[in-house]
């Protein structure tokens, strides 16, 4: 199976975390009760996530919204480098969007960009629902979300 990577970039502030958070929300139940556990990687009591979904058929996905620093990225990126799918945030400079394209690349991952287009939070929610149907269409055919 190829595996994939699938991140929201944009500046800061601008409501990457929120998008990463309403796609779990979207899917977490619906995971669940497809059979996949979930393990929070991350203390959940903070404003970013970082949670594995775990099916026992092997199939792993990692999601998370801590994309402030490229070493975040690497970080979070070497702890789901076992998943098939990574969903996360990143900043759009140069580090951050750098550490993405290498973990791509150096875990031979189909790279999927989804941009936020920086508008201010209050304004957010056209393109909050607009990246998350990019999301649904991307994922689609993928396992599990196919089956969701």
């Known amino acids: 199976m190829q595996k994939h990577l699938f991140t929201i970039i944009g500046k800061g502030q601008c409501g990457k975390t929120t998008v990463i958070k309403k796609i779990n929300e979207l899917y977490q139940s619906r995971l669940e009760s497809a059979g996949f556990t979930v393990c929070h990687e991350k203390n959940p009591t903070g404003k970013d996530i970082a949670l594995r ?9 990692g999601i998370f919204s801590s994309g402030d ?21 990143s900043r759009h400079t140069k580090p951050q969007f750098t550490a993405i394209r290498n973990a ?17 939070k209050t304004d957010t929610n056209l393109d909050d629902d607009w990246i998350i149907e990019q ?9 599990p979300f196919s089956s969701l």
Not at 53 to 61: A, F, Q, S, V
Not at 75 to 85: L, Q, S
Not at 112 to 117: E, G, R
């Open 69 to 89: 620093t490229a070493s975040i990225i690497d970080k979070y990126c070497g702890i789901f480098k076992d998943c098939d799918i990574i969903i996360c945030a």
């Open 53 to 61: 979904y775990t099916h026992p058929n092997g199939l792993k996905i």
């Open 135 to 143: 999301f649904k269409q991307k994922t689609q055919n993928l396992e």
């Open 104 to 120: 791509a690349r150096d875990q031979n991952r189909l790279l999927h960009v989804l941009n936020k287009t920086g508008m201010h």
